[in-house]
């Protein structure tokens, strides 16, 4: 077989095994797309308390990506609306595999009930800010309180 | 007669004296004119140009394994990824900010990961390119990541493990790698097949393997087959700090090895006759090169499953900057294999952090590896 040839053979293999991989995702994304992921729900919240000394409204989402089986990292991005300015925040929660806020971080310190469910209260501080969340399964914050010396909010989840 | 004997003796006079300017020239030049102190100027350079290379692509992998950890819908800058890292060492008994956990406990496993695996799988291609001489060399397409796949799917589907626990399913992809190895150790050993033998050989087995895995995952509950894939397809999400010394060991330990068959993989790559005439024992070099090379392929697709690409295109990309000399060669593709494996996991984090890296260096490393062996005009590898 001749050099050219050869090149030949060897670019139509690794076409061949590059192909293999797509399919083999194709496959495993029907699989996978099969079972629902609880953790993958994006709940919104809506927002009141004080800001700088003035009445503030606002709203706000999590997201969630998976990006480590032993752990759950929730992006919380909420804005706060007075009648002096508008403020755009963004916080992460992080939760362990037993779907509890991460001990490490948070600090749980008893139960609420918020509306019919019983949800369990954990604390963190952390620059100046405390944030107090009420959590039930699957990582669903039902309630976020967040203290500083300008700032008393509380968000509860929509719906 | 006399006048003949006479020409003779002028003759060899005038070839002595020309050997002896030749000789007294050599010294001084080369045949391109160049004098003693500009070859050795020029010697030093290329090693610098070599060295210069290794660093740059060091510094390249320090910031993208930065902006790497930086990356997801929990965003950091660069200068907040190093803060964090900084904090964590100047105080280790602190309590952890949000940032420092997502950074230290969250992404640098994953990150830390990606960078041992896409070193050690590029310097195990790389020896393995120059050992069988063969551009498709690689643990991939050996058929050892096939079998660690293999070893992966019989825990998971079927629950047949050789160590219960948490590591029972690394303990089963780590053996099942070690068959396609065995294998081919014992057909290098007892058949003294060519290096291209070897490589269709493992591309056989790793068929094998694959109708094997298919057959387990049809018949598996969809939770197990979707565990399967997530494994096989090659992941980073399972990484953490339990790992990482496991994985960590296994790469230095390989790649110290190697390294000290840098110098008998050299010979090689002149032939089996050559370096038998110099006193090598080819067959036990390339048995102990083979062993090297399936422990530290299997030690790191056992945790991460299967990476294909980063272990063919590395080596071809880092040949073009240091040559074939594998003293460099290796440590220069283990780099390089790094560093592309930090850069598709940055891919993976902006573009859908939910499809595995070994999707992405699939799609991205199989035209760059079709299109470098096109353009290839050596045929060393």
């Not at chain 2, 060492?89 to 992404?107: A, E, P």
């Not at chain 2, 990606?114 to 590029?122: H, I, M, P, R, T």
């Not at chain 2, 991939?140 to 050789?162: E, F, K, W």
């Not at chain 2, 068959?261 to 002149?270: C, E, G, I, P």
Request: with cysteine; hydrophobic share 50%.
């Amino acid at each position: 077989m001749d050099p050219g040839e050869s090149k030949i053979v060897i670019v139509v293999f690794a076409f061949i095994l590059m192909m293999g991989s797509v399919t083999m995702f194709i496959i495993g994304s029907g699989l996978l797309g099969n079972i629902d992921d609880p953790h993958k729900s994006t709940y919104t919240y809506t927002f009141e308390g004080m800001m700088d000394g003035a009445v503030c409204t606002g709203d706000g989402r999590t997201e969630y990506t998976p990006e480590n089986v032993s752990s759950h990292l929730y992006t919380m991005y909420f804005t706060l609306r007075s009648s002096a300015e508008e403020k755009g925040f963004k916080i992460g929660l992080l939760f362990d595999s037993d779907d509890m806020p991460s001990s490490s971080l948070y600090e749980y310190v008893g139960e609420t009930v918020i509306g019919e469910q019983v949800a369990k209260d954990w604390i963190h501080r952390e620059k100046g800010m405390t944030y107090v969340i009420s959590v039930v399964e699957h990582c669903k914050v039902l309630r976020i309180t967040i203290n500083a010396d300008d700032m008393d909010v509380v968000g509860d989840i929509e719906g | 007669m006399a006048r003949m004997r006479y020409r003779s003796r002028i003759r060899d006079i005038m070839t002595r004296v020309r050997l002896s300017e030749n000789a007294s020239r050599l010294t001084k030049h080369d045949g391109n004119g160049m004098t003693n102190e500009e070859i050795v100027k020029e010697y030093r350079t290329y090693k610098f140009a070599k060295a210069a290379m290794l660093v740059i692509v060091l510094v390249l992998c320090l910031i993208t394994f930065g902006i790497d950890i930086g990356l997801g819908p929990y965003s950091l800058s660069l200068m907040e990824v190093y803060q964090a890292i900084f904090d964590r060492f100047s105080d280790w008994g602190q309590t952890m900010s949000t940032d420092m956990k997502v950074v230290w406990d969250l992404r640098m496993p994953r990150v830390l990961m990606a960078f041992l695996a896409g070193l050690g799988l590029s310097m195990a291609g790389a020896a393995m390119q120059s050992m069988m001489k063969n551009p498709l060399a690689d643990p991939y397409t050996t058929g050892i990541s096939s079998g660690a796949a293999l070893g992966a799917t019989l825990a998971i589907t079927m629950g047949v493990t050789i160590v219960s626990g948490t590591f029972g399913v690394v303990v089963n992809a780590f053996v099942a790698a070690m068959i396609p190895a065995v294998f081919i150790i014992l057909m290098s050993v007892y058949r003294k097949p060519s290096p291209a033998m070897i490589i269709l050989s493992g591309i056989s087995l790793m068929y094998i393997f694959n109708a094997l895995q298919s057959y387990l995952m049809l018949t598996a509950d969809p939770n197990a087959a979707a565990s399967v894939y997530a494994w096989t397809i090659g992941s980073l999400n399972s990484a953490s700090w339990d790992n990482i010394p496991f994985i960590f060991t296994v790469v230095v330990l390989g790649g110290i090895m190697l390294m000290l068959m840098a110098r008998v993989l050299n010979t090689m790559n002149s032939g089996d006759a050559y370096s038998k005439s110099i006193g090598i024992d080819v067959n036990r070099s390339r048995v102990i090169i083979l062993v090297t090379i399936s422990l530290l392929a299997a030690g790191i697709v056992s945790f991460v499953g299967i990476i294909g690409f980063i272990g063919l295109v590395a080596p071809h990309i880092a040949r073009m900057f240091v040559g074939s000399d594998n003293k460099v060669l290796i440590p220069a593709a283990g780099l390089m294999g790094a560093g592309l494996m930090l850069l598709a996991d940055c891919v993976v984090q902006v573009v859908l952090p939910t499809m595995p890296i070994g999707i992405i260096t699939s799609i991205i490393g199989g035209p760059i590896f079709m299109i470098l062996i096109l353009r290839q005009k050596k045929e060393v590898w």
